[in-house]
Nanobody, 123 residues
Framework: VQLQASGGGWVQAGGSLRLSCAAS????????VAWFRQAPGEEREFVAASHLTTRTTIYDDSVKGRFTISRDSAKNRMYLQMNNLKPEDTALYYC?????????????????WGQGTQVTVSS
C-alpha cells in the first residue's frame, strides 16, 4: 500500500488547513487510518485515527476539538481538517494505515506510511 499525503503549507495562528491522503493498491475501506506528526528534534507522535467499520475516531488531547479525521471511500482518500491552528502544531504530518486497530496509535507498529507534508503555523 502506498500513501501520498498533501495539503500542508504555511498558515497564521488561528487559521485552518486540510490535509489529504490518497492510497493505492488497497482501498481505505479495508484499513484503519491515522495521522501522526513530527516536530523538529521531536519523536513522531499520534494525532488522530479512524476505525474502518465503526468509524470511531480518537484524538490526542492536544488536538481534540480542533482537528477532525475523515475519509471518502468513493475517492479512496482520508483527510485531516485542522482548525484554530497553533504554532505548536508546526510539524511534518504523516498519514498512516493498518489492518489492526490495536496498533494504529503506535509508531513502531503501524504498517503503512505516507511521505509526510509540512505544516507551519506562525504566531
Amino acid at each position: 500500500v502506498q500513501l501520498q499525503a498533501s495539503g500542508g503549507g504555511w498558515v497564521q495562528a488561528g487559521g485552518s488547513l486540510r490535509l489529504s491522503c490518497a492510497a493505492s493498491e488497497l482501498p481505505f475501506t479495508r484499513l484503519h487510518v491515522a495521522w501522526f506528526r513530527q516536530a523538529p528534534g521531536e519523536e513522531r507522535e499520534f494525532v488522530a485515527a479512524s476505525h474502518l467499520t465503526t468509524r470511531t475516531t480518537i484524538y490526542d488531547d492536544s488536538v481534540k476539538g480542533r482537528f477532525t479525521i475523515s475519509r471518502d471511500s468513493a475517492k479512496n482518500r482520508m483527510y485531516l481538517q485542522m482548525n484554530n491552528l497553533k504554532p505548536e502544531d508546526t510539524a511534518l504530518y504523516y498519514c498512516a494505515a493498518d489492518s489492526h486497530w490495536a496498533d494504529i496509535k503506535t509508531v513502531g507498529r503501524v504498517a503503512y506510511w505516507g511521505q509526510g507534508t509540512q505544516v507551519t503555523v506562525s504566531s
